[in-house]
C-alpha cells in the first residue's frame, strides 16, 4: 500500500487546513502523526475502519478532526484554531491490522506517506 499525502501549507494562527491522505489499496487502521523540527514524530489521531473509534493526542483534542472515506480509499485531518506549536511534517500511516489496542504506536503502522509541511506563523 502506497500514501500520498497533501494539503500542506503556510497559515497564520488561528486559520484552519485540511490535509488529505490516498491510500492505493485497502486499509484498515489510519493515523496521523508529526514531526516538528528537532522534536520526535508524535502520534495526532487515529481512526478505524468503521469510523467508531476516533482517537486523539491531548494536544489536538477539540481542535483537529480525523475522518475517511473507505470508497475513496482515504483519510482526512480537518485542522482548525491552528497555533504555531501545531507546525511539523505531518505524516499519514495505515495499518492492516485490525487491533486497536496499538492505535496510537507509530510502530503497529506498515505503511506511510511522505508527509506534507503545516507551517503556523503566530
Known amino acids: 500500500v502506497q500514501l500520498q499525502a497533501s494539503g500542506g501549507g503556510l497559515v497564520q494562527a488561528g486559520d484552519s487546513l485540511s490535509l488529505s491522505c490516498v491510500a492505493s489499496?485497502?486499509?484498515?487502521?489510519l493515523a496521523w502523526f508529526r514531526q516538528a523540527p528537532g522534536k520526535e514524530r508524535e502520534f495526532v489521531a487515529a481512526?478505524?475502519?468503521?469510523?467508531?473509534?476516533?482517537l486523539y493526542a491531548d494536544s489536538v483534542k477539540g481542535r483537529l478532526t480525523i475522518s475517511r472515506d473507505n470508497g475513496k480509499n482515504s483519510v482526512y485531518l480537518q485542522m482548525n484554531s491552528l497555533k504555531a506549536e501545531d507546525t511539523a511534517v505531518y505524516y499519514c500511516a495505515a495499518s492492516s491490522s485490525v487491533s486497536l489496542a496499538t492505535m496510537k504506536s507509530e510502530n503497529s503502522y506498515e505503511y506511510w506517506g511522505q508527509g506534507t509541511q503545516v507551517t503556523v506563523s503566530s
Open positions: 489499496g485497502r486499509t484498515y487502521r
Open positions: 481512526i478505524s475502519r468503521s469510523s467508531s473509534i476516533l
